[in-house]
Each structure stands twice: as structure tokens, then as C-alpha cells.
């Protein structure tokens, strides 16, 4: 619902010194309004805050901004839902004489007229805020999933369309990575997965599965008359205006067949170095690697673990028009503009291996391999990096510290290693502490010990801690998003020597330590005596050192 231009935003940024006129023309032009402002996000011309501040004073309001000062359900619950969704309007505050209302696009007549019917003889206050803030405040005005399906059921009109598009409608709304939806004995249960921790989100009686099942199962180009085998396809949606890629898996369970519908984001979240979690040191030896002509970025961890943010992070930090920029994934999970994104596809033979041949082909800077799977893919990716290529590939390893030797097992040369590799990086994401309900207290010295009885070794009498007593914002789980922890395995000249050898990963997590690496315990540590999370959730994903 934002009225200005592309043109007009150049002007507002420009005439109040927000970005310059020479950043401004690196950017180019783009489709739409958002496709523009996400550039200028994702390049750090500018940020949210800033962004927003300077809409704000092109419309004469203030700016609210939302991800940091929220209304509570309550409050918000007084503007009706259908004049809240119509004009993109949250109510913030109400006394006895005026309300203020925020919106993304202040110069609306019709929302005045709306407001004053509503609230008769109050004056009206507005403030100006980003619209995917304010959507996110929207999340108050939905019911229980099991009350819709409940009245879905009852209306007996298209059951299982309108289940599964309240299932998508809460998930996106949730900001849900993953929708899990599990046969059982009678009924079907629906969860969530948020911040990476399952929520159960609601329940169907199991004799309306089978259509709802065959629904996905259409639209995801799978077999419907398929019950014995796993099967895994795709899903393009619209969820209120928004289009919302999914991948889709189902495989037969013994009450069932099971689907996992994963969540991906039209286009990648503007994240920089700050919001991934890396610590100042870490942040400028990924950009001094990121920066180099030619070599080997790996990024190593667990499925769900960020990293093809953090790769993407990397790419938006370096990224330029003079630059050829080309990606093979499986699957694309993030479209990204002035990239070149292909993805793998098996059924015509575009593997990792065949397509990174082909791009080698195409004249490119910079390659991200999606994920080095196998030999030959290692093989390849470690010699475009030699012959004047910078790569970036994700790899499965536990640490950073395991990925050289699990390198060298699957037959890449030593040497090979020694003379690309510039970083390798692993990481995990630990769940942030609500901000809105976030408390300090004094160190427990009994409480810490139950949870950590080293704690000692990293903690003082003095030190305060931190944590999140539960909020309507984090629906009571005291956490809100989540952040990267992370270890880093620098090539020195040491290191690269070290390499030659066919080193442990003993070996090599000893050399980095002598050097000033951190493990991910370490880099946890810093960030609970900072505030950003808690012990507990630190001693769930990592586990301490021995």
C-alpha cells in the first residue's frame, strides 16, 4: 500500500542525505517499489531503521518502528480485522481523547473516515511504519488453528482446500521454517517448527487426511495412488498476497503417511555480518576471504543450520554489476537479484558435478556451490578455486576443525586443500532472547551449577545473566529468532602446512586454538554473559567442552 515511487524514494534519500547519489546509481533500477528497497537493504546502503525513518518524513509523521516497540494483543484487537488488513493499520495506543494508529502508507483518506466511525469523537494520531512490520502484528487477530478447522469441518464446503490454506496462513504468520503434519492412531496432529523448536499448532480427525493428503500430493506433482515410498516435490503458493515456496516430503509411517512442508522465502533476508552473530574479529576475516580474487570459502554444519544464509550474506556483502555471479543449489532457496541461480536436477542429469563444469564455461567471479556431496564435486570445486575462481560451498562436518580431514577422505589431494582453502567456518543457530520481556538477574550460583557445573570456569559472582520471562510477543517461550554461533578455522601459513600432513582434527583444533580460535561453546559463552541468550539454550544445541 506504500503510494511513493521508485524515483520519489531516490529523492527522499538522496535531498536527506540518507544514501548518496553514487550508491544510489550502483543500484540500478528494479521492478517495483519493494524489489528496489530490498537492494538497497541487502547492499547496506541503508538500514530498516533508517529506511523507515526517511519514508516517514516524506509522508510528515513519525516513524514507529515495530520490531522494537510492539502493542500488546489487546490493544491491537480493538481495530477491527478488516479495517486493520484493509489499510495495512495497527491501533497502538488509545486514551480517553485520541488514538494513535500506524500504517504503511499514512496518506489514506478512507482509513481517516474508517477510524473516526470506529472510534467516534477521538482524535487520530498516525505514525508511519514498514509494512512487513506491521504484518507481523496481524498474527493477533488469528483464532486457534483447531477452532477454524473445527468450523471448516462444519460448514462441510471444501474441507480439505480450506484446512491446508489455514495450516499455510498460521505458518507464515508464525514465521515457520518447517509445517510437520503426523498420522497418529485417530487423528492427525499439525506442529510448527519456530526458532527451531517444534510447536504443536493443531489437530484433524484423521478421516478428512486422506483428501487434504491428496491435495498436497496434486499440487506438489506427486502420486496420488503412491502410499509404500517416499516421494518429495514442490509447491508454489500465495498466502495473503505473499508468494511462498515450499518444498514438500511425505513418507509412509505405520499410522500413515507423514509430510514435512519446508518453508522458503521469496527472496533472501537482508541480513549483514551483525545480524548472522559473528563476533568483530570473525566478521573481518570472512570479509577479507570474501574479498580475495580467488580461493575456498567452506561453511560447514547441520542441515537447518543457517548456512546458506550466512553464503548469502556473504554474496550480498561482495556482490556488485561488475561482477558474474553464479549459483547451483538443490534447491534454490532464496532468490536473490543479479544472480545467476541454477538448480540441480537429477532427472536431466544436472548434478552438482555436471553443472559446476558448465558454469566454469560461463566466465564467473564468484560460484556457490549449494553443497560438496561427493568427490567429484570436491574435486572440481577445489580446482576452480585454483585456476582464479573465489567459491563458496556448504559441507556436512560436525566442526570446522573435522572438515580438512573429511576432505582429504573423500580423495581430495592435500595439496589441493592447502592451496585453497582460505576459511572454513562452522556454525549452529541458538534461539534469541525475547527483547520484549528480556530481565536481568544476579548470577544463581546453584541454578548455573544445575545446568552447567563448569560454569565456573567462564562465569563470576559478578556477572549478570539474562533471559526472557514470556510475552505475547514470543507467545510465552521467552525466546524471539534466533542467532548463529560459530567456530572458525583460519588458513594460516601454519595451518596450510599443517594440511600437507593428513592432520587429525585434534591436530588441527589445537593449532587454531594456539592461534586465538574459538570453539562454539566459547563463542556461545560471550553471547549469554551479553545478553543474546541463555545457558540453557546454549547447553541444548552446543555441548560443553570436555
Known amino acids: 500500500m506504500i503510494r511513493i515511487t521508485i524515483e ?7 535531498s536527506g542525505s540518507y544514501v548518496s547519489l553514487d550508491d544510489l546509481a550502483k543500484i540500478g533500477e528494479k521492478d517495483n517499489f519493494y524489489t528496489y528497497a530490498e537492494k538497497l537493504l541487502s547492499g547496506e546502503f541503508i538500514s530498516k531503521n533508517l529506511l523507515g525513518q526517511a519514508i516517514a518524513e516524506y509522508y510528515k509523521v513519525n516513524y514507529l518502528d515495530l520490531s522494537t516497540i510492539q502493542p500488546k494483543s489487546e490493544q491491537v484487537l480493538k481495530l477491527p480485522k478488516e479495517i486493520a488488513k484493509k489499510y495495512d493499520a495497527v491501533l497502538i495506543e488509545e486514551n480517553d481523547t485520541s488514538i494513535l494508529v500506524t500504517t504503511d502508507n499514512p ?26 512490520d506491521i504484518e507481523s502484528i496481524f498474527v493477533y487477530y488469528l483464532k486457534p488453528l483447531d477452532t477454524r478447522f473445527a468450523q471448516i469441518i462444519e460448514s462441510k464446503t471444501r474441507v480439505a482446500p480450506e484446512i491446508f490454506d489455514q495450516i499455510l496462513i498460521d505458518a507464515v504468520a508464525y514465521k515457520a521454517s518447517d509445517i510437520h503434519i503426523e498420522p497418529h492412531t485417530n487423528e492427525i496432529v499439525v506442529r510448527f517448527r519456530i526458532d527451531g523448536v517444534l510447536h504443536e499448532a493443531g489437530r484433524i480427525p484423521k478421516e478428512y487426511y486422506e483428501n487434504i493428503l491428496n491435495r498436497i500430493k496434486i499440487q506438489s506433482q506427486m502420486r496420488i495412488d503412491e502410499h509404500l515410498s517416499p516421494q518429495d516435490g514442490a509447491i508454489q503458493y500465495t498466502v495473503d498476497g505473499h508468494k511462498v515456496a515450499m518444498r514438500v516430503s511425505v513418507v509412509p509411517t505405520l499410522d500413515g503417511e507423514k509430510t514435512v512442508i519446508r518453508l522458503l522465502s521469496e527472496y ?11 563476533a568483530t574479529a570473525d566478521q573481518q576475516a570472512l570479509i577479507e576471504a570474501a574479498r580475495k580474487p580467488f580461493g575456498m570459502i567452506l561453511v560447514t554444519g547441520p542441515t ?3 548456512k546458506t544464509t550466512t553464503l548469502y550474506a556473504l554474496l550480498n556483502l561482495v556482490g556488485n554489476p561488475g561482477l558474474n555471479i553464479t549459483t547451483i543449489e538443490d534447491p534454490v532457496e532464496y532468490k536473490m537479484l543479479t544472480v545467476n541461480q541454477i538448480q540441480v536436477d537429477t532427472k536431466t542429469n544436472l548434478t552438482f558435478a555436471s553443472g559446476l563444469r558448465s558454469i566454469l564455461r560461463q566466465d564467473p567471479d564468484i560460484i556457490l556451490v549449494g553443497e560438496i556431496r561427493d568427490t567429484e564435486t570436491a574435486e572440481i570445486s577445489v580446482n576452480a578455486a585454483l585456476t582464479g575462481h573465489l567459491l563458496f ?3 556436512h562436518a560436525n566442526d570446522a576443525a573435522t572438515a580438512i580431514p573429511r576432505l582429504l577422505d573423500i580423495g581430495v589431494e592435500p595439496f589441493l586443500v ?52 514470556g510475552c505475547d510477543h514470543c507467545r510465552g517461550a521467552g525466546y524471539l529468532g534466533r542467532i548463529g554461533i560459530f567456530e572458525f578455522i583460519r588458513m594460516t601459513k601454519e595451518m596450510k602446512d599443517l594440511a600437507l600432513k593428513n592432520p587429525s582434527s585434534t591436530q588441527i583444533r589445537e593449532l587454531s586454538e594456539s592461534q586465538g580460535g574459538k570453539v562454539f561453546f566459547e563463542d556461545g559463552i560471550e553471547k549469554v554473559k551479553n545478553g543474546i541468550t541463555t545457558m540453557e539454550e546454549l547447553i541444548r544445541v552446543v555441548p560443553p567442552p570436555v
Open 8 to 14: 520519489q524514494l531516490k529523492q527522499i534519500l538522496s
Open 107 to 132: 496518506e489514506q483518506p478512507e482509513l481517516i473516515k474508517e477510524l473516526k466511525d470506529t472510534f467516534i469523537g477521538k482524535e487520530i494520531v498516525l505514525n508511519f511504519s514498514l509494512t512487513e
Open 268 to 278: 533472501v533476508k537482508s541480513f549483514s555480518m551483525e545480524d548472522l552473530g559473528l
Open 304 to 306: 537447518g543450520s543457517g
Open 393 to 395: 560451498s556448504t559441507f
Open 418 to 469: 592447502a592451496s585453497t582453502m582460505e576459511l572454513i567456518i562452522s556454525q549452529r543457530l541458538v534461539r534469541r532472547i525475547c527483547s520484549f520481556c528480556k530481565i536481568s538477574k544476579n548470577l544463581d550460583e546453584a541454578r548455573m551449577h544445575s545446568i552447567f557445573p563448569g560454569f565456573k570456569k567462564y562465569f563470576s559472582k559478578k556477572d549478570t545473566i539474562y533471559e526472557g520471562k
